[in-house]
Structures are given as C-alpha cells and as structure tokens.
C-alpha cells in the first residue's frame, strides 16, 4: 500500500522498486492511496504498471495519518506494507520478510534496517545494527519504546496484527504516529529483525513538517507519543523507560537546533532547543543545550558578518 501526496517526483520510484520484485496479481495487492494531491496521479500509475497497480483517492486531502488508515483499512492481503511514495525498497524484501513471517506464525511483524536517501536517491546514512543476525528480538519493546527506531518502509505488519490492536492513532497529527504504532505492536507481539538493508527511507524532505519544526511543535507531538507509549510499559519500567525516552528525544532536538541554525532558520532552532528543555531538565539535557545555545549564538554572529 503507497500513501501518496503530490509524490509525482518519487512516485514512479517507488512502484518500480515494488514491481522489480512483483510476485503476482494473485499474491500481492499493489495501490497508490493518493490523499486528494493537486495533480491526480492516475495517468502516471497506469503509464507505470499498465494496470497491475490500481489507485485510490481521498477527495479531498485528510492528512497522512488518516491516509495510513486507509491503506490499513483496504488492504486485502494477511500483510501489509507500508510504502511511503518518496520511499522504495531493494531487491529481496518482500521474499525476506515474508519467508520470516511464514516461519514465525507468532510474531506480529518484521522490519529489517533502512538506508537513508536525500531527495536525489543518494545514500546518507544506515539505521542503527539491532542485532547481528536475523531472528526475534529480544526486549524489543522497551528498546523501541525509548525512540523511533525504524522508518515505515523497511517494516511488513500483520493485517490481522492491526485488525486487532486498531489503527494509527489519530490524536497524534504529524509526527510520531508510526512511532506509537511501532510500540504498540511490540507490547502485544514478538517482533522479527533482518539485519540486512532492504528498504530505502528519504530524508531531507520536511514539507510536512516544517511548520512543526518552526514552532517546536514537532517535539510536543514526541512528548505526546511518550506519555501514550508509557501506558503500554510494565509498571515496574515505565518511569525509567519514560525518562531515558525523554531524554533521547531531548538530545535530539538540541542536536537539531544547531543544524536548523547552520541553515538559517535560527527562529526554528530556538524553538527546538527550548522544547529540549521542556523534555528534559536533566543536568545533563541543560548542559547540551547551553553548548548548543553558544553553537547557534556563534552562527547566527558569523551569519551577520557575512551579509
């Protein structure tokens, strides 16, 4: 299932990485689930697939959380996979994953690791190792419980996995959701992990989250994730695992904050490092953000030399 929203760019990308490994009409559903984009991507699908992928539209553009939902909710097969429209996936994931899944009839899901593209395919990054060799994870749920870990592209669910534990969590607008989702799957169902690197994840493009990043907006949705993830934890954990999430998620955006000010959108980068703060006043959150306070004091000086 490819949620699509004004992809025309990436959208071709993505359906020839699927089709390159195509298993048939009859084994695998493929669909653009296009959320109302100024330009309807019909014509391109067909020119693409020749009617092996079938397109369907919102009318009217619902957000890509409610677009998640309806893949959920029109995919036909037992697994569903989530490709993003500027994502793709390389030769072997399908094969890998579902062989994973046929031989783990117990575990809710399989993702492998992704490798990170800027906007011109280009690779710039590998997730993080989980373990060094294929199988269930173990403690997973408290690990992806602490902070995103995964992209949806390199992740294959259970249709029956999201039949009973519901779908995206609509009270979450624009970032995060896959997160929570990730995590509540786990506090339900043994994971599988392929370490190889099947899928390919874009980054780079922040159209939908760039009003978020401006005003902090994008680490409360975080912190909200949180909260809702720590009532899946075991009682014993969720304060520890709550605070080691909090911190992480803090660390990260005084580590944006001084990218968003090498930039120049030093308006975003003082809101991200004051939502650090909100997520964590540690000693050692606060240290971090007075080095990157001084960090984005030096750029924004060296910014008005220069003009």
């Excluded at 020119?47 to 957000?63: A, C, K, M």
């Excluded at 117990?106 to 710039?124: P, Q, V």
Aim: proline share 4%; hydrophobic share 40%; glycine share 8%.
């Amino acid at each position: 299932m490819i949620p699509s929203y004004n992809a025309d760019r990436h959208l071709s990308e993505a359906i020839r990485s699927v089709l390159a490994q195509d298993p048939g009409f009859d084994v695998m559903q493929i669909e653009v689930v296009d959320d109302g984009s100024a330009i309807d991507p019909t014509p391109l699908v067909r020119r693409l697939s020749d009617g092996r992928v079938t397109v369907h539209r919102h009318s009217v553009n619902r957000g890509h959380v409610a677009t998640f939902n309806t893949c959920i909710e029109r995919a036909r097969g037992e697994l569903v996979h989530l490709l993003h429209a500027d994502d793709a996936v390389r030769p072997g994931f399908y094969e890998r994953l579902g062989a994973a899944l046929d031989a783990h009839p117990d575990a809710g899901a399989a993702f492998c690791r992704y490798i990170a593209i800027d906007s011109d395919g280009n690779w710039t990054g590998i997730a993080a190792l989980e373990e060094p060799r294929a199988g269930i994870l173990a403690g997973w749920h408290e690990r992806i419980a602490t902070g995103q870990r995964l992209q949806p592209p390199c992740i294959v669910v259970r249709k029956r996995v999201y039949d009973a534990i519901g779908g995206f969590d609509t009270r979450i607008r624009s970032y995060g959701e896959d997160w929570e989702m990730w995590t509540r799957i786990a506090a339900s169902y043994r994971v599988w992990y392929e370490p190889e690197p099947l899928a390919l994840y874009r980054v780079g493009n922040e159209s939908l989250s760039s009003g978020a990043l401006r005003s902090g907006d994008n680490v409360r949705q975080l912190l909200q994730v949180i909260d809702i993830n720590r009532q899946a934890l075991p009682a014993a954990r969720a304060d520890e695992v709550t605070a080691r999430a909090r911190r992480i998620t803090a660390s990260t955006a005084a580590r944006r904050s001084v990218r968003l000010a090498r930039a120049g959108e030093g308006r975003a980068a003082l809101a991200q490092l004051a939502w650090s703060l909100r997520a964590d006043a540690s000693l050692r959150t606060v240290a971090r953000a007075v080095v990157a306070a001084g960090k984005i004091g030096w750029l924004r000086f060296e910014s008005s030399r220069t003009r």
